[in-house]
């Protein structure tokens, strides 16, 4: 980072002014990229005045450069039917759940394993329905919120794995990463009404009918659930390799926790209606 590329960011915001000098400092609390906040002395073209701004940036960490996410990102695709029968029950054993809870879920991961061809199908029923831009990473960590109680604006950052995508991934992964699982509980049916109700503003979204729409979303939070349980040890991986031993803890309880948010949110949106449903649609 340099005076130069930060002038080139920033001219469209301040022309009249130049990049004197700047700082960064580290967050600490990035995964695979480093968050910084940067402070920025800015000199006044004409009369030499200076002020001072402040932004976050976030860089890929070099240890991890873009293309091999996308490396990464591809081989799960390619290799999630083969690899989920022999990841689900670590999965699961490194989860506190209630004996029930965590019977159903193996019965659900068994019967998962028994037939592949579901799992592609799900993946394909998930990539097949409705699409609009989507963020790809969309969870709280990538939000700037107001202090101000009254402000309603939300920012929403690292667009690096937005495209063409179903919408619903999008809410299945913040409800799993970024809310409790007692607070997804009391809210995530409101939300899907609110949602619904601003899909059918929108023309080409109208013949989706509220019903079709929790169906949509259920198939996106088990196509979730399996992405978690194939990408579990990168996952820890990546928090074990963290800055800091504090951002260690941090991950690794984090990761830990969306596991099992994923698992609650499994529970309590697929019953066995759904798999029945779901194993007609792979026949």
Request: glycine content about 4%; proline content about 4%; hydrophobic content about 40%.
């Amino acid at each position: 980072m340099t005076t130069g590329f930060l002038q080139q960011v920033l001219h469209s915001s301040y022309p009249t002014s130049r990049v004197a000098s700047f700082q960064w400092e580290p967050m600490n609390i990035g995964v695979i990229a480093e968050v910084v906040i940067i402070t920025v002395q800015l000199e006044a073209n004409d009369d030499g005045k200076t002020m001072e701004t402040k932004f976050v940036g976030k860089f890929l960490r070099p240890e991890f450069p873009f293309e091999s996410m996308f490396a990464v990102e591809s081989k799960f695709y390619n290799d999630f039917t083969t690899k989920f029968p022999g990841c689900w029950a670590a999965f699961l054993d490194d989860i506190q759940l209630e004996s029930p809870d965590k019977a159903r879920l193996t019965t659900l991961c068994e019967q998962l394993s028994k037939k592949p061809d579901q799992l592609t199908k799900l993946h394909d029923l998930v990539d097949q329905g409705p699409s609009s831009l989507i963020h790809g990473d969309f969870h709280i960590a990538n939000m700037l919120l107001s202090t101000d109680p009254a402000e309603e604006t939300t920012w929403l950052l690292d667009w690096a794995t937005c495209g063409k995508g179903n919408p619903l991934r999008d809410l299945a992964f913040f409800f799993i990463v970024s809310v409790q699982a007692s607070h997804r509980q009391a809210q995530e049916a409101q939300c899907l009404k609110v949602y619904h109700e601003a899909l059918t503003k929108e023309t080409e979204a109208a013949y989706l009918s509220l019903d079709e729409l929790h169906h949509k979303y259920k198939l996106c939070i088990l196509n979730q659930f399996v992405i978690l349980v194939v990408f579990d040890n990168l996952s820890k991986s990546l928090a074990a390799n963290a800055k800091t031993e504090k951002l260690r803890v941090e991950l690794d309880a984090h990761f830990r926790e969306v596991n099992r948010r994923a698992c609650l949110s499994v529970l309590d949106n697929l019953g066995e209606k759904d798999l029945q449903l779901l194993g007609y649609r792979c026949s």
